[in-house]
C-alpha cells in the first residue's frame, strides 16, 4: 500500500487523511511505564492489540518488556515475524485451523495461550503443541472466563496433568474496570478482582500447583494491580499513544498521565458556511465507537459528526475558521480501532518525518 509521506517531508507536505505518531511523545510514554514501575517486581508485557505492529514491538522489548500479548493468532504470526519471541495469546483459541497455526507458531517463539473451558483444553492438548496455558478468570468483565475459586482449580488441575501443555498460571484482566472515571472507582474494582486472584491462588497452593505468573491490567489501572502485590505481570496497551477516551478518566498517582502520541492527520476539503469545516477524514480514518475524535490545540473546533469519508468541525462563534486546505490533527476516541484502518505509521518529529512503520497485523482478525 502507497505509504501517505516519505521521510524528510514536513507536517504541511503529508498526505492525509494519515496515522501519525509523535515519537518524542511515544518516546516518553515508553519511559514513564518503566518510571511507574521502579522498585515493584512486575514484568511488562505490552499488548500489541493496541499497535498492531512489530517496530512498536521491539522498541516495548527494549524499553524492558518481557514479550507482548495479542488478541488473535493472526497477530501473534505478525509479531514472530517481526522477531517478537515471547507472546502470549491473551485470549481463547478455538476452531482446528487457528489451534493448528498455534501449534506452527509455537516452535518459533515461546508461545502461551487463554482457557476458559474444558473442551477447548482438550483440543488444546490433541493439537500436540507445546503451549504456556494461562486458565482465564472472569473478575467481573463478563466477557470470557471461568469463575475464580473451584472452576479455576478445576482447569488448572487438567494443565498441569498434560504432557505438553505447561500451566503457566492465571490471567485476570478487568477490561470494564478501565475507562471507570474516577480513581476511586477503579480502585475498588480492581481490589475486588484481586479478592477473586487471592482465593484462587490459595486454592491452586493448597493443591500444590504452583501459579507462577498471574498477569492481566491495562493502561487505566495497572498501578492498582501491582500495589496489591497479587499480580506479577501487566499488559497495557493504549499507554504508548493514549485516545480522547482514556483523556476523559481522572489520572492521580499512583497513575502515571501519558500523553497523546497519536494523530490522525486530516485536511479541510471544505467550507460550505461559516460555522462549518469539513475534513477528509470521517468513519473510515477513525473509530467513534468511543466518541468523536477531538481537534488537537484548537479551542473553539469541535468534530461534531462523521460520516465514511467526511468529518464535520463546528466553529464557535467569534473563533478563527481554518482554511481550505488546512491540516488540523484529531486525537482518535479510541486509539485500537483506529490503528486498524491504517497500513503505516507516519513517524514525526518537530514536525518531521522520521520514519515510516507498516503496521503489519493490520485487519489481523484470524
Ligand atoms: C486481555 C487484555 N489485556 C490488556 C489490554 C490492554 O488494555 P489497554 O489498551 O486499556 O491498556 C486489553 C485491551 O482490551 C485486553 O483485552
Known sequence: MRAPASVGMRLEEIDTPALLVDLESFEKNLKTLGDSLRGHDVRVRA??????????????????????????????????????????????????????????LSTRARLGVCVDNRDNLRQLEASGAKLDVYVEL??????????????????AREIARSRTLRFAGLQAYHGRAQHLRSMAERRA?????CDQVVLTKALLEKAKIPCPIVTGAGSGSFMFEVETGAWNEIQPGSYVFMD????????????????????VLATVMSRPAPDRAIVDAGLKASSVDSGMPG?????GLVYAAASDEH?????????????????LLLVPGHCDPTVNLYDWYVCVRQGVVEALWPITARGASL
Open 311 to 327: 468529518g464535520r468541525v463546528d466553529i464557535a462563534p467569534g473563533v478563527a475558521a481554518p482554511a481550505l486546505g488546512e491540516k
Open 47 to 104: 499488548h500489541a492489540k493496541t499497535h498492531k505492529c512489530p517496530e512498536i514491538a521491539r522498541r516495548q522489548v527494549a524499553a524492558g518488556a518481557i514479550g507482548v500479548c495479542c488478541q488473535k493468532v493472526s497477530e501473534a504470526e505478525a509479531m514472530v515475524e517481526g522477531g517478537i519471541e515471547d507472546v502470549l495469546v491473551s485470549n481463547e483459541v478455538v476452531g482446528v485451523p487457528k489451534l493448528g497455526r498455534l501449534g506452527a
Open 295 to 299: 481537534v488537537w490545540e484548537k479551542p
Open 244 to 263: 480522547a477516551d482514556y483523556a476523559r478518566n481522572e489520572w492521580a498517582a499512583p497513575l502515571p498521565r501519558f500523553e497523546h502520541s497519536l494523530f
Open 138 to 155: 472472569d473478575i467481573g468483565m463478563r466477557r470470557c472466563g471461568v469463575a475464580p475459586g473451584e472452576p479455576a482449580l478445576a482447569l
Open 189 to 193: 474494582a480492581i481490589q475486588a478482582a
